[in-house]
């Protein structure tokens, strides 16, 4: 039996950085028919939870009727109860997901999860690498997706902040399926990105950021005619830029840049974004914007590359529940390489 009474769960009352957070025990209510309760064993920490932790998202998210949330979105963790209208073999498995973080949280012991958002996590994956990969898996999976036409033929594939959670899932999808991958990224990071197949690395301390995606482009590509896209996982690092510079904009078409593509945007951007999609299209630049976003059936394709090693979350660190606070510290110092695990309790991996 599962002690549900002591839900431990990291919240905060006010907007704000990581002082806001506290532990604290909340109720869980039984499964609904088709519901199974879960007990969390790992989280990981992704930039849109402490954007909504700040207030970036207090728009669109609120306090409601508790006065509190709950960090956090992604999880891994083992099925301990279920409704009456749920397979009684289910018990024991072990699921990974993500929760709406506008609405909810992950950073808890315990959690309700539907019957039909359920994804499985293979004997073989292990508990931490499953909680790493939801968020920032999905984010991969659209943004790929939303150049699938394009990427038919080979591409060079410039990713912007590749040391990243999202960067280096992309990096490793984008060289499965053949792309010349240039990867921009701290230079402690270069050593670390070439063992992933990249063909290049750039350091993007060293130049102004358009400056520094022009004399990429100016480099010849491995082959003739290969189309240019420019996925910046830093949150749109070039919106504002090249928003208000025409000229930038026709100069890197003029040197083949083909597709922008801004990853996880802050909401207050979304709207400028995409009104600016439209101005983008007329000078030839095609932009897509990429958000994260919950979706089972691009999870179990996230599951998929997982177990057999397509892509594979490379964990920068560790950390035990109670130092939960201490962790999301850390990850906004943007000094990690791959993810932060934070786990709940005994695991394997």
């Known amino acids: 039996m599962c002690n549900t009474s002591n839900n431990k769960a990291l919240i905060y009352r006010a907007w704000g950085p990581s002082t806001e957070l506290f532990w604290q025990d909340i109720s869980i209510a039984k499964p609904k028919s088709n519901q199974v309760l879960v007990k969390v064993t790992a989280v990981s920490i992704n930039p849109v939870d402490w954007k909504i932790l700040a207030g970036q998202q207090r728009y669109v998210c609120s306090f409601g009727r508790r006065g509190y949330r709950v960090f956090g979105s992604d999880f891994c ?6 409704g009456n209208k749920v397979d009684q073999a289910l018990l024991g498995k072990r699921i990974c997901g993500m929760v709406n973080p506008l609405s909810r949280g992950s950073f808890c012991n315990y959690l309700l999860v539907a019957k039909n958002q359920l994804c499985f996590v293979p004997d073989h ?3 931490h690498k499953a909680a790493a990969l939801p968020a920032a898996g999905l984010t991969v999976a659209r943004a790929v997706a939303s150049q699938k036409k394009l990427m038919q033929k080979r591409c060079r594939c410039i990713v912007w902040g590749a040391g990243g959670g999202v960067g280096h899932l992309l990096v490793q999808m984008l060289v499965a399926q053949g792309q010349q991958v240039i990867a921009v990224a701290s230079e ?3 050593a670390w990105l070439y ?17 520094l995606v022009q004399s990429i482009l100016q480099v010849q590509p491995s082959q003739e005619h290969m189309a240019n896209i420019l996925f910046d996982c830093q949150g749109g690092t070039l919106i504002d830029f090249l928003a208000c510079n025409k000229k930038a904009i026709r100069l890197l078409v003029s040197k083949g840049l083909i597709s922008y593509l801004p990853i996880s945007v802050e909401n207050k951007l979304i709207a400028k974004t995409l009104l600016k999609s439209f101005y983008f299209g007329l000078l030839g630049l095609r932009l897509n914007l990429v958000l994260a976003a919950p979706s089972v ?13 397509m892509v594979v979350p490379c964990l920068d660190s560790v950390w035990k529940q109670a130092q939960a606070i201490e962790a ?10 791959g993810k932060i695990i934070v786990d709940f309790g005994d695991d394997d991996s």
């Open 77 to 82: 963790a083992t099925i301990v109860a279920i």
């Open 125 to 127: 994956v292990s508990t």
């Open 188 to 190: 402690s990071k270069h």
């Open 195 to 211: 063992g992933l197949g990249v063909s290049t690395c750039y350091d993007y301390k060293n130049q102004i950021p358009i400056e």
């Open 328 to 337: 999301i510290t850390y990850a906004k110092s943007h000094h990690a390489k």
């Open 297 to 309: 059936k691009l999870l179990r394709q996230c599951i998929e590359w997982l177990a057999n090693s």
